[in-house]
C-alpha cells in the first residue's frame, strides 16, 4: 500500500515515494536503534529496555539489539535490521531468547544497572525495575516466566513470515515489525506497522492458544499459593516464617544455636550471617533475610533466616512453630 499526501484545497491525493534506510544513509545501530530505545513504546508497547548490544553469556560474541522487560516482568528480545528481507532474523532471536531465559532477577538488575551507568542516567535500577512491574519487592517465581521476541525490520521475506507464523501456532511469542521509509520533500518518513500477528487478528489468536507452553504451564500449575494467617495478618511461606521467627526472638532469648536448632526439623533454617552473605555474593542472589531488622541474635553472633520456602518444607517448619505454642491458620 502506498502513502499519500493530501491536498485538502484542491482534494488532491499526491503519492509519496518510498525510499530505503540505505539510501537516506540511516544506520542500524547509529540511527534506527538509538532512535527505538529511546522511544521503545513505537514497535513495543509496556516495555522498559535494560539492555543495548547485550553480548554477557561466555562462548559466544553474539549481541542483542535491544533487551528489553515487560510489565508482566517477561524478557524480550529485540532485533533489528533495515534491509528488505530481515535474513536470519529469527534464528537469531531464538538463540538469544534461549541464552537469556536463565536470568535471575538479581542478574538483571546488575545487567540493567551496567545500562544506566553507560547512558550517563543517574538512577537505581532494582527501584526501577520494582516500579515499573509494580512490585513491592522481588518476586523470583514470577520473573521471566518466559521470553517474547521482537523482529523489526524494513522489510521480510516470505521464509521469515512463514517460520514467524509457524513459532506463533506453537506458543512462541514472536512479533514483526515492518518499519518503512518514505521520502516528503526532504523528510524521511516512516510507517510503522506490526505485520505478524496482525493487531485486530491478535487478541483471538491469544485466546485460542494454550498457556504459551507445557513447561511454563506445568510450572504455574506446581505452584502452591497456599496463605496463612498469624496475629490476624495474611502472609505468604516466606513472609510467614520471618514473621514468626522475629516473633520468637521477641519472646525468647536464645544463647546456644545448638539447642535452638534442635527445635526445628530443617536443619538450614539459619545460617551464620557472614556466611549467608557470601553465598548471596558469590550466586548473585540472597538465600536468607539479609535487609536490615531481619537477622537475629543467639549469643553474640548473628544469623540469618532461611528465605527459601515451598511445599516441601513449609509444613514442618510450621508444625514445629505450633508445638511451640504459636497458633497458625491456613487461610
Known sequence: MAIFDFDTTNNNLKKIDRTSFQVENILERTNLQDALKKQIAIIAPDCLVISEEFSEWEGSKRRIDLLAIDTEANLVVIELKRDETGEH???????????????TFSRTVKIYQKYLDKSNIQEDAENNLLK??????NQADDF?????????SSNFSKEITTSVMWLNERNIDIKCIRLVPYKLNEKVLIDVQQIIPLPEAENYQIQIKQQVSQRREARQTDKDYTSYKFQDKI???RKLVLALMKKYFDDNTENDILVLRKKFSNQRLFAPLQDAIEK???????????KDGEPVLVGSEQYAISNQWGVGNIDDFVNDMRKLGYIIEKN
Not at 532471536?93 to 536470568?103: C, E, F, G, K, N
Not at 515499573?132 to 519487592?137: A, M, N, R, T, V
Not at 521471566?144 to 523489526?152: E, T
Not at 548471596?280 to 539479609?290: E, S, T, V
Open 144 to 152: 521471566a516466566l518466559d521470553v517474547k521476541i521482537i523482529l523489526v
Open 89 to 103: 532474523m529469527e534464528l537469531q532471536a531464538i538463540r538469544y531468547a534461549s541464552m537469556v531465559s536463565t536470568l
Open 280 to 290: 548471596a555474593n558469590k550466586h548473585g542472589q540472597a538465600r536468607h533475610f539479609l
Open 235 to 237: 502472609y505468604n511461606k
Open 132 to 137: 515499573f512491574l509494580e512490585w513491592d519487592e
